[in-house]
Nanobody, 118 residues
Framework: QVHLVESGGGLVQAGGSLRLSCAAS????????MGWYRQAPGKQRELVAY???????NYADSVKGRFTISRDNAKNKVYLQMNSLKLVDTDVYYC????????????WGQGTQVTVSS
């Protein structure tokens, strides 16, 4: 079974930083694109960022310049470094995997809550 387990969420002050981690198992990690989605109750699910198997990165306009996605294939982990956090960044963040040159939402983690306070 493929498992994606997020960690690193929590409460942070606006303007602060947080780093999310996703540990993957049950798949050939380096062969897959990995990404992060976020969603709050009543809101549309949004693709935040993804990184391809080749290491190319893509970001939503709302997080460009503030968030950085990276991966460590030796550790089967993907990260999301979030800087200059805003109140609107408050969401449940989901680790997603699938595809190669583009992200395909094949596998999902359970989510980790990020709450940004004023």
């Amino acid at each position: 079974q493929v498992h994606l387990v997020e960690s690193g969420g929590g409460l942070v002050q606006a303007g602060g930083s947080l780093r999310l981690s996703c540990a993957a198992s049950g798949l050939t990690f380096g062969s897959y694109a990995m990404g992060w989605y976020r969603q709050a109750p009543g809101k549309q699910r949004e693709l935040v960022a993804y990184i391809t198997s080749g290491g190319s990165t893509n970001y939503a306009d709302s997080v460009k310049g503030r968030f950085t996605i990276s991966r460590d294939n030796a550790k089967n982990k993907v990260y999301l470094q979030m800087n200059s956090l805003k109140l609107v960044d408050t969401d449940v963040y989901y680790c997603v995997g699938g595809g190669r040159t583009v992200l395909v939402t094949t596998y999902w983690g359970q989510g980790t809550q990020v709450t940004v306070s004023s």
